[in-house]
C-alpha cells in the first residue's frame, strides 16, 4: 500500500516539475512585475504586503484558477481563449500606462498621490490573477489528458504552491536586499561594509532595472496572449505575421527566434494596450462631462 502511494506522488511530482518547466518565462515575468507593487511603502510594510500578495496568489489559484479551468476543461473549452484574450489585453493596458508614465504622460487616476495599501495589494493580486491564469493553464495543457482528475488537481496544486513560493520568495529576497546591505554596513570587517554600501546604493537601479524589466515582461505576456488566443477566436492575422518573421531568422537558431518572438510581442502587446489606453481615457473624459451636463439639467434656475 505504502509503495503503491509513493509511485502515486513519484507521478505526481514527476509530472508537476514537466509541466512547470514549460511556465519559466511566464514565472520570471510574475517575479519581475511584482516588486513595482512593493515600491514606495515604507520598508516595515514590504514584507507584510509581499505575504499579502503571495496569499491572493494562492487564492487566485485555488480558489479561482484551478476550479474554474478544470470545469472550462471539462465542459467548455471554446471559453478559455477568450478570458485569455481578455487577461492579455488588460496586461497590455497595464504596460502602456507605465510606458506613458515614462514620458511624462500622466492621467488621472485612483492611485495618484500616496499610496494605499489595499489599493496597491489588490492591484498586485488582480495582476497576478492573469499571470498565474497563464501560468495554470500552460501547466494542465503540459499534463497527460489522460492522467485522471484526482491526479491533475493533484499535480497543478503542487504547481500552483511550487509556483507561488518561488515567485514570492525572490520578490521578498528583493524587497529586502537594501536591509541585507544595511546590515553588511555595521559589519567589523571592512570589506563587508564596502559591500554592504555597494548593494545600498546600487538599489535604486536595481529597481528600476527590474520595472523597466516588469513593464516589458507585461507587454510581452500581454501581446503573446492577445496573439495566439485571437488567432484561436477571431482573428489569425497577427498570428500569421508573428510566424512569418520568426521564420525569416530559424537559420540563427531558438535563441535567436525566442528573442525575436519576444520582442514582436511586446512591440504588438505596446500597440494594443496604448489603443485600449485609449478608449479607457475617452471613457473617461466621457463620463465627468456627461455627469456635469446632467447635473445642470438637474437642477434649472428659478425665475
Known amino acids: 500500500m505504502s509503495v503503491g502511494l509513493l509511485a502515486v506522488v513519484d507521478d505526481i511530482l514527476s509530472a508537476a516539475l514537466k509541466a512547470s518547466a514549460k511556465t519559466a518565462g511566464v514565472v520570471i515575468d510574475d517575479a519581475a512585475v511584482t516588486p513595482q507593487y512593493v515600491q514606495g511603502i515604507t520598508p516595515a510594510r514590504e ?38 484574450l481578455i487577461g492579455g489585453g488588460f496586461l497590455c493596458y497595464e504596460g ?13 487616476s485612483e492611485d495618484d498621490g500616496a499610496r494605499d495599501e489595499k489599493k496597491l495589494v489588490f492591484g498586485a493580486i488582480r495582476t497576478d490573477l492573469i499571470l498565474s491564469t497563464e501560468i495554470m493553464l500552460i501547466a494542465l495543457s503540459n499534463l497527460d489528458p489522460d492522467f485522471g482528475l484526482g491526479m491533475t488537481l493533484a499535480a497543478l496544486s503542487v504547481i500552483g504552491l511550487g509556483m507561488t513560493a518561488l515567485v514570492y520568495g525572490v ?9 541585507i546591505g544595511l546590515r553588511f554596513m555595521k559589519s567589523p570587517s571592512r570589506r563587508v561594509r ?15 532595472v527590474i520595472s523597466v524589466v516588469g513593464t ?39 535563441v535567436v527566434v525566442w528573442v525575436v518572438d519576444t520582442a514582436v510581442s511586446a512591440v504588438f502587446g505596446l500597440v494594443a494596450g496604448l489603443v485600449i489606453v485609449g478608449v479607457v481615457m475617452g471613457i473617461r473624459r466621457l463620463l465627468p462631462s456627461s455627469r456635469k451636463a ?9 425665475e
Not at 96 to 108: I, M, R, T
Not at 171 to 179: G, Q, S
Not at 294 to 302: S, V
Open 47 to 84: 514584507l507584510p504586503v509581499v505575504w499579502r500578495i503571495a496569499l491572493g496568489s494562492l487564492v487566485n489559484k485555488f480558489v479561482i484558477i484551478i476550479p474554474i479551468a478544470l470545469l472550462l476543461t471539462a465542459f467548455a473549452p471554446w471559453v478559455l481563449p477568450y478570458l485569455l
Open 194 to 208: 564596502r559591500t554592504g554600501a555597494r548593494v545600498v546604493a546600487s538599489m535604486p537601479t536595481v529597481f528600476r
Open 294 to 302: 446632467g447635473a445642470g439639467h438637474a437642477a434649472p434656475p428659478a
Open 216 to 254: 516589458v515582461a507585461m507587454l510581452w505576456v500581454g501581446g503573446h496572449l492577445v496573439i495566439a488566443n485571437l488567432a484561436e477566436t477571431v482573428w489569425h492575422g497577427p498570428h500569421d505575421l508573428l510566424h512569418a518573421i520568426t521564420h525569416l531568422v530559424e537559420a540563427a537558431g531558438p
Open 171 to 179: 520578490v521578498a529576497l528583493l524587497v529586502k536586499i537594501d536591509d
Open 96 to 108: 502602456a500606462e507605465k510606458v506613458l508614465e515614462w514620458f511624462g504622460a500622466h492621467h488621472e
